[in-house]
T-cell receptor, first 115, second 114 residues
């Protein structure tokens, strides 16, 4: 596919379970971003990768959140011991260059519901 | 914690009318981008304007940037029902050469009635 692909599209988990969300960026894109979007709000930055290096994780809400991109392409966002406040849409975006003046290409997100 | 604030929060117009949305931000920026989001989908990039630019056009879209007022506007001319979506501004500040983070506002929800 030509776009950013995220899976699963929907995830329901019980409080306390661990979840893993996957992002396949556009091939060749250096930068990869994760955002969290609550209902009716804009995306909030979580973390940023340049190739396999995680250069900014200042937006991760707690140490229960962990992201990796081991080979510089596919990325996984893991949330351990999920809480109800983790319910949100998690968006992944990629861009071609490492600088900040490139448009970001977004996937359709994973809608996470914690019961 | 959002940098940008869009105004209005919601806008409803008739097809064919123009729609104007505004974005204000707080700190100095390197660029400002506008994105569209249809319900249940990801964001789609519309236009990027750099801090040294004042106006930019793309098809029916016109974006202005006033860095002295820390504000931007997005004008959609001759609106269509398909323009119904949420519109977000995003600002980027390059703290170093590795910076890529954009900060989004909470968006304007536009409804275009046929």
């Amino acid at each position: 596919g030509a776009g950013v692909s995220q899976s699963p599209r929907y995830k329901v988990a019980k409080r306390g379970q661990d979840v893993a969300l996957r992002c396949d960026p556009i091939s060749g894109h250096v930068s990869l971003f994760w955002y969290q979007q609550a209902l009716g709000q804009g995306p909030e930055f979580l973390t940023y990768f340049q190739n396999e290096a995680q250069l900014d994780k200042s937006g991760l809400p707690s140490d229960r959140f962990f992201a990796e991109r081991p080979e510089g392409s596919v990325s996984t966002l893991k949330i351990q011991r999920t809480q109800q406040e983790d319910s949100a849409v998690y968006l992944c975006a990629s861009s071609f260059f490492q600088t900040g003046d490139q448009p970001q290409h977004f996937g359709d997100g994973t809608r996470l519901s914690i019961l | 914690s959002q940098q940008g604030e869009e105004d209005p929060q919601a806008l409803s117009i008739q097809e064919g009318e123009n729609a104007t949305m505004n974005c204000s931000y707080k700190t100095s920026i390197n660029n400002l981008q506008w994105y569209r989001q249809n319900s249940g989908r990801g964001l789609v990039h519309l236009i990027l304007i750099r801090s040294n630019e004042r106006e930019k056009h793309s098809g029916r879209l016109r974006v202005t940037l006033d860095t002295s007022k820390k504000s931007s506007s997005l004008l959609i001319t001759a609106s269509r029902a398909a323009d119904t979506a949420s519109y977000f501004c995003a600002t980027a500040t390059f703290l170093n050469t590795n910076a890529g983070k954009s900060t989004f506002g909470d968006g304007t929800t536009l409804t275009v009635k046929p």
